[in-house]
């Protein structure tokens, strides 16, 4: 009997987020004014009064739910994971959850990693789609023979639960995709309103910028294993971290096979910690028979 601890990615943020804490908690207050100043503007004034659109912006959401994710973490009495996994983004707060890195040192890289990543979305016009009611076998094959036959970059990039798929890839390629994953019986194929192609090949150009400042980061042994995103499977090794975290950027979010691992491993208990419930829809959907419960 495992307690698992879960932290959302790019996609949970919302206007007015993290203001309840701000305003309520004095702790809280100091490590957003801490936010403000590591990253050298006030994130804080676009989370509590900012628009949709402007929490849209890489270089701002990916911070902001990231910081969130760790202030709800820390309103959290006597927090001690068994284990803990993170969607995407969400790994830089599991990661501070088990003490391999520290607060500062994580939102540091998030937003390393935010600006490499809109960079690479600025090179190459790009995008990602929602496979529902497909099976995953069903949409690789679709996906891999879009590339052979057309020359276009498209790839599974989140395996979110059984049935939802998101695919990555040049705005080409995601359009042919769609409409193929349609005629081969998928319920929806629907175009995500992102700025580019996450986790695929097409984040190449990220990889380098993370690679040096991760390397250049002190990394803390775990305190319980991380299920990473592309390997799904429990983590101990803080090199081998290292590399998974780089590797993700242009690798697949195995987020239904993580939950799985858990579970076999023990986790019977799973708390998403964070903004939003999207976490929680998933793993009932990947199995219905755990706990699930969220902290916001």
């Known amino acids: 009997m495992k307690h698992a601890f879960v932290f959302p990615g790019q996609g949970s943020q919302y206007p007015g987020m993290g203001k309840e804490h701000y305003e309520n908690s004095a702790f809280a207050k100091k490590l957003f004014e801490q936010a403000n100043e590591i990253l050298g503007f006030r ?19 990916q911070p902001a739910v990231f910081l969130h994710s760790i202030i709800a973490f820390r309103t959290i009495d006597g927090a001690r994971p068994d284990m803990v996994a993170g969607h995407s983004l969400g790994e830089f707060s599991s990661l501070v959850a088990n003490g391999t890195l520290s607060f500062e040192s994580a939102l540091q890289l998030v937003a390393i990693r935010a600006g490499a990543m809109q960079k690479a979305c600025e090179l ?46 040049s705005k080409k390629g995601i359009a042919i995709a769609c409409d193929r994953m349609k005629e081969a019986g998928a319920k929806r194929a629907l175009v995500l309103p992102v700025g580019g192609a996450f986790h695929s090949p097409l984040m190449e150009p990220a990889k380098a910028e993370l690679q040096a400042a991760i390397e250049s980061t002190t990394f803390h042994t775990p305190t ?21 975290l780089i ?35 998933l793993i009932a959907k990947i199995d219905k028979a755990v706990e699930v419960d969220g902290v916001s």
């Not at 690789?140 to 979110?160: D, G, H, R, S, T």
């Not at 319980?224 to 998974?244: G, M």
């Open 224 to 244: 319980c294993a991380v299920y990473q995103n592309v390997a799904a499977k429990a983590v101990f090794d803080k090199e081998e971290i290292k590399l998974n």
């Open 43 to 61: 994130i804080s004034d676009i989370m509590f009064t900012g628009t949709e659109d402007d929490l849209k912006q890489t270089n701002v959401t």
């Open 247 to 281: 590797e993700q950027l242009t690798g697949a979010v195995r987020w239904t096979q993580s939950i799985l691992a858990m579970i076999a491993d023990g986790g019977s208990s799973f708390t998403e910690v964070g903004p939003g419930k999207v976490l929680q829809g």
């Open 124 to 169: 190459n016009p790009s995008s990602m789609a929602a496979i529902l009611g497909l099976a995953d076998e069903k949409a690789e094959a679709i996906c891999a023979e879009i590339q052979a036959e057309k020359e276009e970059i498209v790839v599974p990039a989140n395996y979110n639960c059984p049935g939802q798929l998101v695919i990555s890839g």
